[in-house]
């Protein structure tokens, strides 16, 4: 992409900490035309897989950002579980899958959980950034902050290359976002709560050079109920990722002290597989697992994201999913304030919509970290299916949302039961507050470029809007209004039955199989226009203009 000359004008946005969430802030931000400054205490890229699963709705996220196909590229799919049995470990006890891949279809084109080490992740988003033109900045840290009404005054140290000395500025910005982990000061500067409980699981967990060791196998000797050692392939040949945890390792700070000891805890482990060679460690660490989140995820001009507002346990691989998901729900909103076209107000709705989720995110982790206490080896223990896939995380009761259908049963005496922040029915109605569906086979009316889909129309820099209808008198309203607004804000898409297309002066695509038909059918299909937020949800979903005029309204300023 080119870079804008807007981009290159002082930041007024900071964010502490590069890891997935700080990084894909900035890359939403940038893809908004807002400058950035992003800094990372560490001084190296980072090192080592982490948390290597990610989820359906994480891919959707990336294909907005536009790094979906080298995410996918750069990792693999996921393997077969393979429980060995104990005691002795040589012997399999049992192969499952985690996940059932499944096809992409229509609506949903990356159905499936895929593995990609986190830092393969932050290689590709490092990557994207600098075709912006913004390194992330190495080796600063944020130390302090102190708020004031129109701005952020922060205390930044920087290591000096070549001694030991820190250098210190004093600077300020409008917004701080604190992406600095479950370690962060941000967190604690702002004085959010952070409660929760410390379980009493520890884990060693690292990344190692091994040879002899099939790679098409997830290996997993012993269970949580005692010890057990789980050895992961990962996309990097010859490297597989490791965790030692379970209730009776209790020798776990002894065993993770140095390379001698965790060698031979390994190898005795896991049965002295015969053919199994350690070659080196690349990286190791001792965790122990919390679960907690703050009680808001602001205060002021300063916002904390992912780790650093929620930890949980690794069961569920949702951490840095979820990670993803704060920040992309920050981005566009923090965009539109910076930039003087949307309310402060609007930044009330980051915590407003995330909330929710991650407290039932957080039951839900503790839900299978329960069920695989009760039953080690059982199927419900392992599996990375359903709601885990986060497609159906919504935000249906947020203030911002429009729902015509839904409040118009309301006013009938029938409203709609409350229903789970975290999982709603992925295919059905698809109702405000959802995740946006793909929908493939839409074709121009001349027919000369080939097909495109719904996620190759959404923008991650602007809203659009979908207005189903076959006849001029149904959409000129819609897109008189809408053409009111910047096409920088608010892009209008006219969607037509195939065999209806004709030309007009907005965008026009026929829906040549009726997929998009299928995936956003509502109540009624004549009421037929839906607003997709850059985040890829849907904000409004109406069949009269006043409520349009509503949604924008609550969304952007005048
Ligand atoms: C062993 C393990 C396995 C996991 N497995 C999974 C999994 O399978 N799936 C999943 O979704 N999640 C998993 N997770 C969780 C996942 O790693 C985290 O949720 C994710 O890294 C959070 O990303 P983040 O960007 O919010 O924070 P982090 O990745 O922790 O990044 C925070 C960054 O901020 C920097 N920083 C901190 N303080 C400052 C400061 N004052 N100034 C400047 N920089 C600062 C840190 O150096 C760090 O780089 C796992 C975690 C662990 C430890
Ligand atoms: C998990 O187990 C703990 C302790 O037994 C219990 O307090 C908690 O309610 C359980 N949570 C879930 C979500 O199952
Ligand atoms: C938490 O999870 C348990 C089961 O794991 C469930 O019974 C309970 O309803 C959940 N609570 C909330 C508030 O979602």
């Known amino acids: 992409m080119a870079i804008d000359s807007t981009l290159s004008s002082t930041p007024k946005i900071l964010i502490v900490g590069a890891g997935p969430s700080g990084l894909t802030l900035a890359l939403s931000l940038l893809r908004n035309g807002v400058p950035v400054r992003i800094i990372e205490k560490t001084t190296h890229p980072r090192i080592g897989q982490r948390g290597a699963g990610l989820m359906p709705r994480s891919f959707e996220v990336f294909g907005l950002l536009g790094i979906a196909d080298k995410v996918i590229a750069r990792g693999r799919s996921i393997m077969k579980l393979r429980l060995w049995k104990m005691p002795g470990g040589v012997e399999v006890l049992k192969e499952m899958d985690m ?29 994207e950034l600098k075709e912006y033109g913004v390194s992330v900045e190495h080796g600063v840290r944020l130390d302090s902050f102190k708020q004031f009404p129109d701005h952020v005054q922060v205390k930044l140290s920087k290591q000096k290359l070549s001694t030991e000395e820190l250098e210190h500025e004093d600077t300020s910005y409008d917004y701080v976002v604190g992406c600095d982990g479950a370690k962060g000061v941000v967190r604690k500067l702002l004085g959010l709560t952070f409660l929760g409980q410390t379980t009493e699981e520890n884990f060693v967990v690292g990344d190692m050079k091994l040879e002899g060791l099939s790679d098409d196998r997830w290996h997993h000797w012993g269970d949580i109920s005692d010890i057990f050692t789980g050895i992961r392939p990962t996309e990097d040949t010859g490297v597989f990722n490791f965790i030692i945890g379970g209730t009776k390792f209790e020798n776990h700070a002894e065993v993770a002290a140095n390379d001698e000891v965790l060698k031979s805890f390994i190898e005795e482990h896991t049965g002295n597989q015969k053919d199994m060679k350690i070659k080196e460690f690349i990286t190791y660490g001792h965790y122990r697992t919390n679960i907690r989140m703050v009680n808001k995820f602001w205060e002021g001009r300063v916002f904390v994201a992912g780790d650093a507002a929620h930890i949980h346990s690794p069961t569920g691989g949702q951490g840095l999913n979820t990670g993803v998901q704060d920040a992309f729900n920050l981005g566009w909103k923090l965009s539109l304030v910076t930039k003087g076209l949307s309310p402060a107000s609007l930044l ?81 109605e698809v109702q405000a507050g959802d995740r946006a569906p793909d929908a493939m086979a839409l074709a121009r009316p001349s027919r000369r470029e080939g097909t495109t889909s719904l996620f190759k129309i959404f923008d991650a820099s602007r809203h659009t809007v979908l207005i189903f209808s076959d006849r001029i008198e149904g959409y000129q309203p819609f897109l008189s209004l809408v053409k009111a607004y910047p096409s920088e804000l608010v892009r209008p898409i006219l969607i037509t039955s195939a065999g209806k297309g004709f030309s007009t002066d907005c965008d026009v695509f026929v829906d040549e199989e009726g997929h998009a038909q299928d995936a956003y059918r509502g109540p009624e299909c004549t009421s037929g226009v839906f607003v997709i937020r850059p985040d890829g949800v849907v904000g409004a979903r109406v069949g009269n203009v006043d409520k349009l005029v509503r949604y924008f309204k609550g969304v952007f300023r005048g």
């Open 99 to 127: 996940q059932t891949d499944t096809d992409p279809t229509p609506s949903i084109p990356y159905p499936n959980m895929r593995l990609c080490g986190q830092n393969n992740l932050d290689a590709i988003m490092q990557a």
């Open 348 to 428: 009330d709705t980051y915590n407003e919509e995330r909330l929710p989720v991650v407290a039932e995110m957080l039951n839900i982790t503790t839900g299978i970290l329960n069920a695989t206490r009760a039953a080690p080896t059982g199927d419900d223990a392992w599996k990375r299916t359903g709601a885990l896939k986060q497609l159906g995380v919504n935000y249906r009761w947020s203030s911002i949302i429009v729902d015509e259908p839904k409040e118009r049963l309301a006013q009938e005496g029938k409203p709609h039961c409350a229903t789970s922040a975290y999982y709603v029915e992925v295919g059905g």
